[in-house]
C-alpha cells in the first residue's frame, strides 16, 4: 500500500523557517516526480514545488513564482523522503501543505499527480 505521511507544519511568525518532510512508503519513489502542494481556506489547491531525479547526482527542481527564492525542494532517495525548506514566511503561506508522488510526469497539475498525503497545516502569523 502506497503511502504519504508528512511531518513538520506547525505555527511560526512571519519571517520565521520551517521544514516539511514527507516520507514515502509502499515503493521506491526515487523515480517518481514528487511536488508539494498548498491550500488556504476558500482556495483551489495550488503548486508550490516539485522536484525530479535523473540519475547520479542530477535532480531538477520547480517552484512556483511566489515561493521562488524562498523555498528549497530536496530529496533523499536513500529514505524514499522529499523535504520542503520554508524561509522568509510570509502570512501568506499559510496553509495545508501536501506532498505528492507522479508516476509519469514532471508537472505543476495536480491533477496528474497519483498520490497524495494527508496534509501538514502551516500557519504564519504576523
Known amino acids: 500500500q502506497v503511502q504519504l505521511v508528512e511531518s513538520g507544519g506547525g505555527l511560526v511568525q512571519a519571517g520565521g523557517s520551517l521544514r516539511l518532510s514527507c516520507a514515502a512508503s509502499g515503493r521506491t519513489f526515487s523515480n517518481y516526480p514528487m511536488g508539494w502542494f498548498r491550500q488556504a481556506p476558500g482556495k483551489e489547491r495550488e503548486f508550490v514545488a516539485a522536484t525530479r531525479w535523473s540519475g547520479g547526482s542530477i535532480y531538477y527542481a520547480d517552484y512556483a513564482d511566489s515561493v521562488k527564492g524562498r523555498f528549497t525542494i530536496s530529496r533523499d532517495n536513500a529514505k524514499n523522503t522529499v523535504y520542503l525548506q520554508m524561509n522568509s514566511l510570509k502570512p501568506e503561506d499559510t496553509a495545508v501543505y501536501y506532498c505528492?508522488?507522479?508516476?509519469?510526469?514532471?508537472?505543476?497539475?495536480?491533477?496528474?499527480?497519483?498520490?497524495w498525503g494527508q496534509g501538514t497545516q502551516v500557519t504564519v502569523s504576523s
Open positions: 505528492a508522488a507522479d508516476r509519469m510526469k514532471f508537472t505543476r497539475n495536480p491533477d496528474e499527480y497519483d498520490y
